[in-house]
């Protein structure tokens, strides 16, 4: 009986801490402690904040997230929670995607006839604000959710 009184009491997990739980297990991670620059730890803080309502944040942890030593489906998991973050961010302006490779992508406004602001990244050594000129880029395709890939 004392033990079922001692198990009861026993301070319960919180939620995000059985995330990185899980998390930690399906990426075969066997530090209990990985830094966020995991992708898998940085997406998970992507979603936080997203959920949290703080978008710009969350666009900034993709903009600082390294995936050159990460997996094909780590970058496949970061490009998909990417775009739905800049969908539910840029959903009222006409924005395009561009999408140099896996795990690489920006979300780019029209600014001047010709140029393209960069409005949000992931995996590139762009930031947001950057001018491009349209002409040298390829693919782009709209944001939104008819025309995105």
């Known amino acids: 009986m004392t ?9 319960r997990p919180t ?5 990185d739980r899980l998390i930690d297990a399906v990426f075969g991670l066997d530090e209990p402690a990985q830094p ?27 903009a600082a997230l390294d995936l050159s030593g990460s997996t094909d489906g780590e970058r496949r998991w970061a490009y998909a929670e990417f775009l739905d973050l800049a969908r539910r961010t840029f ?19 029209p600014r001047d006839e010709g140029t393209l602001e960069v409005r949000a990244v992931l995996g590139m050594r762009w930031r947001p604000g950057k001018i491009v000129s349209q002409r040298s880029l390829r693919g782009l395709k709209p944001l939104a959710r008819d025309g995105a890939s």
């Open 3 to 11: 033990a079922n009184t001692t198990t009861a009491n026993a301070p």
């Open 15 to 19: 939620l995000e801490e059985l995330v």
């Open 36 to 62: 966020v620059t995991s992708p898998a730890r940085a997406i998970h803080e992507a979603r936080r904040l997203r959920h949290t309502g703080e978008h710009d944040a969350a666009l900034g942890v993709f």
């Open 91 to 109: 959903s009222e302006e006409q924005t395009q995607v561009y999408r140099p490779g896996t795990g690489r992508a920006a979300v780019l406004a």
